[in-house]
Structure formats: structure tokens, C-alpha cells
Nanobody, 124 residues
Framework: EVQLVESGGGLVQAGGSLRLSCAAS????????IGWIRQAPGKEREAVSC????????YYADSVKGRFTISSDNVKNTAYLQMNSLKPEDTAVYYCAGDPGGSSCHRMLLFDSWGQGTQVTVSS
């Protein structure tokens, strides 16, 4: 059974930074694609960023390019989302989601496994 556990959310002032973590377990051969998806109140889910543990390929939404950095530690089976220069519009619940290796970041919103979500609040 695949499990994803997020951590690292919180309250930060605009311009500040947070780092989210997503600890993954249960993927065969520790091979996976991990995405970060956020949902703000009253808005649709937005695919934010994604990384493949196989080849390190990454994806970023235009709204976070240059501010967010995704990475993965294949020993710890943990994906990270470093968020810098945070803006109030980044406020949302952030979910990590995962698929087995070989999947694509393009289907991030349809990934099979999801974490419980972590709240990120950016004050102005």
C-alpha cells in the first residue's frame, strides 16, 4: 500500500519561505512520480510542481516558476517543495500525490495516491 505523508506547512509573511516534505512509502522499487497540488478555498485544484524519481524530470506551474523548487531524496524516498518569495495568493492546502514510476507529471491531478494535505497560509 502506497502512503504519502506531508509536513512543513504553516503561517508565514509575504516574502517568506517554507519547505514542504512528502514522505513516500510502498512504491515498487522506490520508483515514483510525485506531484504537489494546491487548493485554495472556493477554487479548483491547481497542479503546482512535479518530479520523477527515475530521471529527475521536473514540472512547474507558471505561477510558481522561479520561486518554488522541487527535489527528491531517493534514499529517504522523500520529495520536497522549497517555496520562496511567498505571496498571499499562494495560500492553500497543499497535497502531495504520487504514481508509480513511468507515469507522467501531465496526469498529476489524476495520480492514484494522495496525502492528507498541509495548510500554507501567507499573510500580507
Amino acid at each position: 500500500e502506497v502512503q504519502l505523508v506531508e509536513s512543513g506547512g504553516g503561517l508565514v509573511q509575504a516574502g517568506g519561505s517554507l519547505r514542504l516534505s512528502c514522505a513516500a512509502s510502498g512504491f515498487i522499487n522506490d520508483d515514483y512520480v510525485i506531484g504537489w497540488i494546491r487548493q485554495a478555498p472556493g477554487k479548483e485544484r491547481e497542479a503546482v510542481s512535479c518530479i520523477s524519481s527515475t530521471d529527475g524530470l521536473t514540472y512547474y506551474a507558471d505561477s510558481v516558476k522561479g520561486r518554488f523548487t522541487i527535489s527528491s531524496d531517493n534514499v529517504k524516498n522523500t520529495a520536497y517543495l522549497q517555496m520562496n518569495s511567498l505571496k498571499p495568493e499562494d495560500t492553500a492546502v497543499y497535497y502531495c500525490a504520487g504514481d508509480p514510476g513511468g507515469s507522467s507529471c501531465h496526469r498529476m491531478l489524476l495520480f492514484d495516491s494522495w496525502g492528507q494535505g498541509t495548510q500554507v497560509t501567507v499573510s500580507s
